[in-house]
């Protein structure tokens, strides 16, 4: 089986500028190669306050989904905060692979980075 059902993501921050047509903006990309639809949980950890803990995604059988965190809302309506660090943990009902991206348009010359998720042995 490829993949992990739990990943780790130290570095997060939703830049809040953004500059051009281009949106500042990271994303939890998911690939799932199993035979099985993907429910994915993100829980987001902070500095100084509680974990958000109800945001939920999915990723399709045999399939990529990149989870836009500037547009994902909890059960509740909330939304990632933008200005503040955070760190997430992904757990996914099967085995998926987790890679994580940020577009920051905030200065003219714009960056991208990209970098793969911490796998939980489990």
């Given at each position: 089986?490829?993949?992990?059902?739990?990943?780790?993501?130290?570095?997060?921050?939703?830049?809040?500028?953004?500059?051009?047509?281009?949106?500042?903006?990271?994303?939890?990309?998911?690939l799932n190669l199993t035979?099985?639809?993907?429910?994915?949980?993100?829980?987001?950890?902070?500095?100084?306050?509680?974990?958000?803990?109800?945001?939920?995604?999915?990723?399709?059988?045999?399939?990529?989904?990149?989870?836009?965190?500037?547009?994902?809302?909890?059960?509740?309506?909330?939304?990632v905060p933008r200005n503040?660090?955070?760190?997430?943990?992904?757990?996914?009902?099967?085995?998926?692979?987790?890679?994580?991206?940020?577009?920051?348009?905030?200065?003219?010359?714009?960056?991208?980075?990209?970098?793969?998720?911490?796998?939980?042995?489990?």
């Amino acid at each position: 089986m490829i993949g992990k059902k739990t990943w780790i993501i130290p570095d997060g921050f939703l830049q809040p500028k953004s500059r051009g047509e281009q949106v500042s903006h990271e994303a939890v990309c998911v690939l799932n190669l199993t035979e099985s639809n993907a429910e994915i949980q993100l829980t987001f950890y902070f500095e100084d306050r509680e974990p958000m803990e109800t945001f939920i995604s999915e990723c399709g059988s045999k399939r990529t989904h990149h989870i836009r965190l500037d547009k994902l809302e909890d059960r509740d309506g909330n939304k990632v905060p933008r200005n503040v660090p955070y760190a997430i943990k992904v757990d996914s009902t099967v085995p998926i692979i987790v890679q994580h991206s940020r577009l920051d348009t905030s200065q003219e010359a714009l960056a991208l980075f990209t970098t793969m998720g911490y796998p939980i042995e489990s």
